[in-house]
């Protein structure tokens, strides 16, 4: 599976921006997706998740209720709709792809995944 990431950029305390996650090759139907993020001299973290089936999602608790992961099987893709952005929100933001069979867990360490997209770079200006 090969991932790619688009949809970073520059945007202001409060504005909104839709991280996508283009597969190609096998579809990611049986896939586990996560995205995670790394801020500059920090280690990387996990943004959130979504089980393969799309049944399940996970977030961590600095961006419930702002970000929302989806998945569009058809199209083998994944978003990550960011809403009410912080300038600590500021990071590369990789997605990243776990084969996983049960189509109903969703992962939170990064040592689980098994594919990694590029990153795009989100900045937000305070």
């Known amino acids: 599976v090969q991932l790619q990431a688009s949809g970073g950029g520059l945007v202001q305390a409060g504005g909104s921006l839709r991280l996508s996650c283009a597969a190609s090759?096998?579809?990611?139907?049986?896939?586990?997706m996560g995205w995670f993020r790394q801020a500059p001299g920090k280690e990387r973290e996990f943004v959130a998740a979504i089980s393969a089936g799309g049944g399940n999602t996970n977030y961590v608790s600095s961006v419930k209720g702002r970000f929302t992961i989806s998945r569009d099987n058809a199209k083998n893709t994944v978003s990550l709709q960011m809403n009410g952005l912080k300038p600590e929100d500021t990071a590369v933001y990789y997605c990243?792809?776990?084969?996983?069979?049960?189509?109903?867990?969703?992962?939170?360490?990064?040592?689980?995944?098994?594919?990694w997209g590029q990153g795009t770079l989100v900045t937000v200006s305070s």
């Open positions: 990243a792809a776990k084969r996983e069979s049960s189509g109903t867990y969703t992962y939170v360490y990064a040592r689980s995944y098994d594919y």
């Open positions: 090759g096998p579809t990611v139907t049986n896939y586990a």
